[in-house]
Nanobody, 115 residues
Framework: QVQLVESGGGLVQPGGSLRLSCAAS????????MGWYRQAPGKERELVAR???????KYADSVKGRFTISRDNAKNTVYLAMNSLKPEDTAVYYC?????????WGQGTQVTVSS
């Protein structure tokens, strides 16, 4: 069973780019608003981008203009394209509904921005 499976993270230099993917079970994804969240060491998990079933998007101020969220409804997949990455973007990135399903989180994907 799929549930939520994030991928695409890695180590990148400041100014670099990554594209994250999240494959979701249909019952989680279909027609739902989905979000990308991140949690840095010692910090609370925060929502960085959301996309409605109709593909309207909203971003946290810290990533606006640098990150782009999108979805492929045929594949039950949500993406996060991240450009101009900064060291402060270092975190584990997760996807979930917005608001999130409390007991349904994936393993996340680590993004490390460092020279």
């Amino acid at each position: 069973q799929v549930q939520l499976v994030e991928s695409g993270g890695g180590l990148v230099q400041p100014g670099g780019s990554l594209r994250l993917s999240c494959a979701a079970s249909e019952w989680i994804f279909r027609f739902r608003t989905m979000g990308w969240y991140r949690q840095a060491p010692g910090k609370e998990r925060e929502l960085v981008a959301r996309i409605t079933g109709g593909s309207s998007t909203k971003y946290a101020d810290s990533v606006k203009g640098r990150f782009t969220i999108s979805r492929d409804n045929a594949k039950n997949t949500v993406y996060l394209a991240m450009n101009s990455l900064k060291p402060e973007d270092t975190a584990v990135y997760y996807c979930n509904q917005d608001p999130p399903l409390t007991f349904t989180w994936g393993q996340g994907t680590q993004v490390t921005v460092s020279s």
